[in-house]
């Protein structure tokens, strides 16, 4: 079958959505679109290193049985042919899972993860394994072992953490979505720092089971992708009870048709909103310290909400920060309890890249006094975000204080204050993995260096539909985010 798509371009970067209605009308065929993209994979995987491994022999016979299903004119839905990625903490069943260690070099799980096996049960094409921060525990995908992640937009900056792999592929047009996790931010500081959509779910609502830890109490998986419409598709895909995994919720099965209706809904004009649409605007935190050309960025996006209808209401968050410390305490406790538990803290300690070895080790200091001390601080935060959000439908906030930097880049000024870059680009995000709400990253303009800059937008527990209806009528007023020219 000839593709009636000429420009390789188009295909590249098209949506879901795009790529799903060519499907259908056999404008192109599965195995076309797979090759396609595993010939880019081929031709700037070298210059990005965003990928671990790629499933060359396995994404083509996805595509030939979603070639039969489209020929029968019975596809499984919107993702059956569409080529995805995968963060390599994900197992994947006969397929290598190093989760960017040394330790798990040869690690092939004997299963799916629950999100891997809803993907593959939807038809989604398999292209391969992105890279990643060392067992995701970092916010640089600068990895020891695979080598560093590059930003499409400037190769010679960080694609950001943990799932640099997966918001850079997406980016660069290597596949058409992926998965990463999000246990501090590791989903929407990639997505921030590459101009993608990354959707971190209620903590509950998609399942964990398979991918390997960081912190149970944090951890989170979700889309990274190029539009909300196709984080809502995901999402839909990758959602519901789990029981092998104890954390979710029975909830009303999310759908992606539903999803996709409201947002329409709420993004059929690009002149108003909901006239009753309140948005937060939090006093504390979020806005004490971060980049002139960031907040700038995002206060543009706050006069954007407004002029399409949305009241923006000032709301106080006064002991988020309280958040901090018990957050990173869990995180050290928990991490460092999977690592002695699996005996390769104990037994393979010099297998870790020296970063991630010197956070188990301080980890393996926490008392359990302080640990339980933290568990009731983070309650506190929880309640307190709930009861802001009472009053408003969602938050807003800068997804990153800083655009990427420098691969290599250690420390950070901003506001005439040095701080560790690993913090600055954690602190905004952090709040929404201990409180356990949903959050997503949208692309809300360039930096005057051209990088990308992202809006969070914080939503109430189980209402992704309302968040991603939100986050889509806002990326509805914005210009279409060109492809980086890398």
């Known amino acids: 079958m000839k593709s009636k798509r000429n420009s390789a371009g188009n295909i590249s970067f098209a949506t879901i959505s795009?790529?799903?209605?060519?499907?259908?009308?056999?404008?192109i065929s599965p195995v076309e679109l797979t090759e396609h993209f595993l010939?880019?994979?081929?031709k700037y995987q070298p210059a990005l290193n965003a990928f671990i491994s790629v499933t060359r022999d396995r994404a083509l016979a996805d595509?030939?049985?979603?070639e039969l299903r489209h020929k029968r004119k019975k596809p499984l839905g919107p993702l059956d042919g569409i080529p995805i990625a995968l963060k390599d903490n994900i197992w994947t069943a006969g397929i290598l899972t190093t989760a960017g260690s040394r330790i798990l070099r040869n690690f092939v799980p004997e299963r799916d993860a629950t999100v891997a096996a809803r993907l593959k049960n939807a038809g989604a094409v398999l292209l391969g394994k992105t890279n990643l921060h060392e067992f995701a525990y970092g916010v640089s995908t600068e990895n020891p072992h695979y080598g560093t992640a590059h930003n499409p937009w400037d190769a010679s900056r960080s694609s950001g953490g943990s799932s640099g792999g997966s918001a850079a592929a997406v980016a660069a047009g290597l596949c058409v979505a992926s998965l990463g996790t999000d246990t501090g931010g590791s989903i929407r500081i990639p997505s921030s720092l590459c101009g993608t959509i990354g959707l971190k779910p209620t903590f509950g609502r998609v399942s964990c089971y398979g991918t390997v830890p960081l912190a149970p109490s944090f951890d989170h998986v979700g889309p990274i992708a190029r539009t909300?419409?196709?984080?809502?598709?995901?999402?839909?895909?990758?959602?519901?009870?789990d029981s092998n995994d104890p954390t979710t919720q029975f909830q009303p099965k999310l759908k992606a048709l539903r999803i996709r209706q409201q947002i329409s809904a709420q993004s059929k004009s690009r002149r108003?909103?909901?006239?009753?649409?309140?948005l937060g605007w939090p006093r504390e935190y979020f806005f004490d310290r971060i980049d002139p050309e960031i907040r700038t960025t995002i206060e543009a996006a706050r006069r954007t909400f407004e002029s399409v209808g949305a009241t923006i209401e000032e709301i106080s968050l006064p002991h988020v920060s309280d958040g901090d410390e018990p957050s990173t305490v869990i995180a050290l406790a928990e991490a460092t309890h999977f690592h002695r538990q699996s005996g390769w803290f104990s037994a393979r300690a010099a297998e870790y890249?020296?970063?991630v070895r010197k956070r188990l080790e301080l980890g393996a200091e926490v008392r359990a006094a302080d640990y339980l001390a933290a568990k009731e601080a983070c309650l506190r935060v929880r309640r307190e975000f709930d009861a802001a959000l009472e009053n408003v439908d969602a938050i807003l906030a800068p997804a990153t204080p800083i655009a990427a930097q420098s691969i290599g880049t250690k420390m950070v000024t901003i506001d005439s204050k040095e701080e560790p870059i690993r913090g600055a680009l954690i602190r905004l995000n952090r709040p929404a993995n201990l409180t356990g709400h949903p959050a997503i990253c949208v692309p809300c303009g360039l930096t005057r260096s051209g990088m990308p800059v992202g809006l969070q937008i914080i939503g109430r527990y189980w209402d992704e539909p309302g968040l991603l209806a939100i986050a889509a009528h806002f990326e509805s007023t914005q210009p279409a985010l060109r492809p980086p020219a890398f």
């Not at 010939?39 to 081929?42: L, M, N, P, Q, Y």
């Open 63 to 66: 595509a030939r049985a979603s």
């Open 228 to 241: 909300v419409a196709d984080a809502a598709i995901l999402l839909a895909a990758i959602a519901g009870y």
């Open 18 to 27: 795009e790529v799903s209605v060519l499907l259908r009308k056999r404008e």
């Open 272 to 278: 108003r909103m909901d006239p009753a649409m309140r």
């Open 353 to 355: 890249g020296d970063d």
């Open 39 to 42: 010939g880019r994979i081929e």
